[in-house]
T-cell receptor, first 115, second 113 residues
């Protein structure tokens, strides 16, 4: 059971570089989301999607882009990395609409350091 | 707006001690409430949930009761084990078809033998 798969698990960037965090799920979930986890801040929602072609901003969207071309994939792009984006990033998915039980399924996380 | 407040950690206990982690919430309407657990180096996973007032969620010896009158969802376990050492997050979902899950800041539990 793959569940939610994130890559890479670790990444070091220099300020100004761009990169994409990959997220894929094999549970046919309509809803996918990206959170960042910082010490003392808990989890904060960056972007989310309720289906292919539909995305929306969360609490902390600045500096990040997303797209959803398929049900399975939801990549997170950092266009010009900043030290403030040093964090652990989690992708999570769940059912949407009438099938939604509220349970989110998380990937193992991607630890990003921006120097 | 909707929010979740958890007791700050870390919580340090000896094996077999009683655990309580407090969680209170602010929400309009009738939210669903959750406890997630994050073991070291892993993502979060659902521990238990309750979808309406007076419901009790339970799993792996942990329990939490949805108290609408006190807007609380405290996590309890009668006898903790070293393997329970983790970060615990309280969360709410504001409505059935709702999008975002709102998390508390997390409480770190450390259990020693």
């Amino acid at each position: 059971n793959a569940g939610v798969t994130q890559t890479p698990k670790f990444q070091v960037l220099k300020t100004g570089q761009s990169m994409t965090l990959q997220c894929a799920q094999d549970m046919n979930h309509e809803y996918m989301s990206w959170y960042r986890q910082d010490p003392g801040m808990g989890l904060r929602l960056i972007h989310y999607s309720v289906g292919a072609g539909i995305t929306d901003q969360g609490e902390v969207p600045n500096g990040y882009n997303v797209s959803r071309s398929t049900t399975e994939d939801f990549p997170l792009r950092l266009l010009s990395a900043a030290p403030s984006q040093t964090s652990v990033y989690f992708c999570a998915s769940r059912e949407y609409g009438a099938l939604n039980t509220g349970e989110l399924f998380f990937g193992e996380g991607s630890r990003l350091t921006v120097l | 707006g909707n929010s979740v407040t958890q007791m700050e950690g870390p919580v340090t206990l000896s094996e077999e001690a009683f655990l309580t982690i407090n969680c209170t919430y602010t929400a309009t309407g009738y939210p669903s409430l959750f406890w997630y657990v994050q073991y070291p180096g892993e993502g979060l996973q659902l521990l238990l949930k309750a979808t309406k007032a007076d419901d009790k969620g339970s799993n792996k010896g942990f329990e939490a009761t949805y108290r609408k009158e006190t807007t609380s969802f405290h996590l309890e376990k009668g006898s903790v084990q070293v393997s329970d050492s983790a970060v615990y997050f309280c969360a709410l979902s504001a409505n059935q078809a709702g999008t975002a899950l709102i998390f508390g800041k997390g409480t770190t539990l450390s259990v020693s033998s």
